[in-house]
């Protein structure tokens, strides 16, 4: 798979586990991994990438005596999903006519 395909797959994904609530990082990668392979050394970019452009928001809570930064959606990212799936259906038609 193209790695700039990859990496815009990866962001939905991850924004679309956190439509189902906040998450941390390791968390994400063990849920992300049953749709499409993922490291935590892919993962951490891709978080700073979508917080900076305000998709998420982050803060920390202890567990276990430690600091637990965790994931939260915003309107922004609702947004981005909503965005993806409309241009997604566009890049379908374009497909379907390829492959036929």
């Known amino acids: 798979m193209d790695a700039q395909l990859r990496r ?3 962001e ?5 586990l956190l439509t189902k609530g906040d998450s941390y990082g390791y968390r994400i ?3 992300v991994s049953e749709i499409i ?3 935590e050394s892919t993962l951490y970019p891709i978080l700073k990438r979508l917080e900076a452009s305000k998709c998420l928001e982050v803060y920390s809570e202890e ?3 430690r600091l637990r930064k965790y ?3 915003t309107d922004v990212g609702l947004q981005r999903i909503e ?3 409309s ?3 566009k890049a379908m038609k374009v497909f379907d006519f390829i492959k036929e």
């Open 71 to 73: 994931y939260r959606i």
């Open 87 to 89: 241009e997604w259906e």
């Open 8 to 10: 815009g797959l990866l």
């Open 83 to 85: 965005d993806f799936i």
């Open 37 to 39: 392979d993922i490291s």
């Open 12 to 16: 939905v994904c991850v924004l679309k």
């Open 63 to 65: 567990h276990k005596s």
């Open 29 to 31: 990668v063990k849920d």
